[in-house]
């Protein structure tokens, strides 16, 4: 069984920062990529940010610029560096591991995080 841990959510003021971090962990023998989403009330989830295992990013345009994800292929860890933030980045952020597999030849599967909460506030 493959579990993700997400931490480091909060309240945070308009133009502070936080940094969200979500570790694997369970019988894992490799993950394709690692990212972030997040859902906002009333609103569908959405791809913040991701990072393959060969190092390649992709980021939404919304955060572009501002935000920052890392990831640690040893630990199976995975972070994200929030600047500038603004009211509109208030949401429930999601980890995802994408394209898991607990064996060589085992099917590849997605496991989600419980989530965080990041509002964005003054």
């Known amino acids: 069984q493959v579990q993700l841990v997400e931490s480091g959510g909060g309240l945070v003021q308009p133009g502070g920062s936080l940094r969200l971090s979500c570790a694997a962990s369970?019988?894992?023998?490799?993950?394709?990529?690692m990212g972030w989403y997040r859902q906002a009330p009333g609103k569908q989830r959405e791809l913040v940010a991701a990072?393959?295992?060969?190092?390649?990013?992709n980021y939404a345009d919304s955060v572009k610029g501002r935000f920052t994800i890392s990831a640690d292929k040893a630990k199976n860890t995975v972070s994200l560096q929030m600047n500038s933030l603004k009211p509109e980045d208030t949401a429930v952020y999601y980890c995802?591991?994408?394209?898991?597999?607990?064996?060589?030849?085992?099917?590849?599967?997605?496991?989600w995080g419980q989530g965080t909460q990041v509002t964005v506030s003054s």
């Open positions: 995802n591991a994408g394209g898991v597999r607990i064996s060589p030849l085992a099917r590849p599967r997605d496991y």
């Open positions: 369970g019988s894992i023998f490799s993950i394709n990529a």
């Open positions: 990072i393959t295992s060969g190092g390649s990013t």
